[in-house]
């Protein structure tokens, strides 16, 4: 799997991806929302829910500067008015050393790194790990 080739598709193919694979990468969720406004203009791209935690997943296909105000605001309003506690679930393909060790500050925050293979335009496999 290559960590460069998602320059070649959009942050929307790579949310379809993991939208319709959800339960390989995340077992025992269900689907709460995809594309959901949680309040104040925001949407998130996936919203999942298990027994224990309602979670928002916030997808980049690249290093985002924003992902750390995204991750504060997110929680702070989706926090309000859920029933369960929340946690925020960012996936990029790579991080600054910097945004990765402010959002592990963060005790909601789970950080997570993906790498893809891409076949004639369509991402055909995409590997998810803790970063």
């Known amino acids: 799997l290559d960590s460069t080739e ?23 969720t269900h689907i709460v929302g995809r594309q959901k406004e949680i309040g104040c203009g925001y949407l998130a791209d996936i919203i999942l829910s298990d027994e224990k935690f309602n979670y928002i997943l916030e997808i980049k296909n690249k290093k985002d500067d924003r992902l750390y105000w995204q991750a504060v605001n997110y929680y702070r309003i989706y926090s309000a008015h859920s029933a369960k506690p929340v946690k925020i679930i960012t996936i990029a393909p790579e991080y600054s050393e910097e945004m990765k060790s402010s959002l592990k500050t963060l005790k ?24």
């Open 108 to 131: 909601y925050v789970e950080v997570m790194q993906f790498s893809l293979r891409i076949e004639q335009g369509k991402i055909t496999e995409l590997r998810l790990e803790n970063a």
């Open 6 to 28: 998602h320059n070649l598709v959009l942050e929307k193919d790579i949310e379809t991806f993991i939208y319709r694979n959800y339960q390989k990468y995340f077992p025992g």
